[in-house]
């Protein structure tokens, strides 16, 4: 009868160490997830940036590029209008200044150009950066995902040996009935 009550105790205290083990594990498995949510949080935000960014370097190039077009036709209609009005030797030093506003729309056109190429390099240069994260991110989840199958595997067992332990409790609780009816069947007749 003290065997089988230590052995009541033994069970007792291992399913309750199963239990706190499978609580434990849960968790870990919770704080796995906000990890993981939070490297998703991170990654929308990253995201968010770059196409931010993106838009304000096309934003502030288009804008440019349009007042500098501006500039260029107040320019060439300034010219034109001095022409119909001057004479030939005006029209000899207008057609020059014309010259000049050309040399000037082309190098305009250059540096837009090189404005246009230096964003192209900060663009690549983020690009790169960007996969970086990308392919960290998808590291650390299936990381994280590893991490979590084995977890669950660990439960699984967990809750294979806790059913186990309680067939075996009751199976113990069981025979001892029977033994008990035993006992007290062999003290009647004694």
Known sequence: ??????????????????????????????????????????????YEKYMSSREQYR??????????????????????????????????????????????????????????????????QMLPELRQLETSRDSHVSDLQGELKMKTFELQRLQLLYDEAIQNTRSAEGENDKLNEKVMVQRSFS
Do not use: F, G, P
Request: with cysteine; net charge negative; proline share 0%.
């Open 59 to 124: 934003s502030e190039y288009d804008e440019k590029l349009k007042e500098e077009l501006q500039s260029i036709r107040r320019s060439t209609e300034s010219e034109i209008e001095r022409l119909r009005t001057s004479t030939r030797e005006m029209y000899e030093r207008e057609n020059r200044n014309l010259r000049e506003a050309r040399d000037q729309a082309i190098s305009d056109k250059e540096r837009t150009a090189l404005a246009e190429k230096d964003m192209r390099s900060k663009y690549e």
């Open 1 to 46: 009868m003290a065997l089988l009550k230590q052995d009541k105790d033994y069970l007792n205290r291992h399913v309750n160490e199963l239990t706190n083990r499978c609580l434990l594990t849960d968790e870990q498995l919770q704080q796995a997830t906000a990890k993981l949510q939070e490297a998703k949080a991170a990654r929308e935000q990253m």
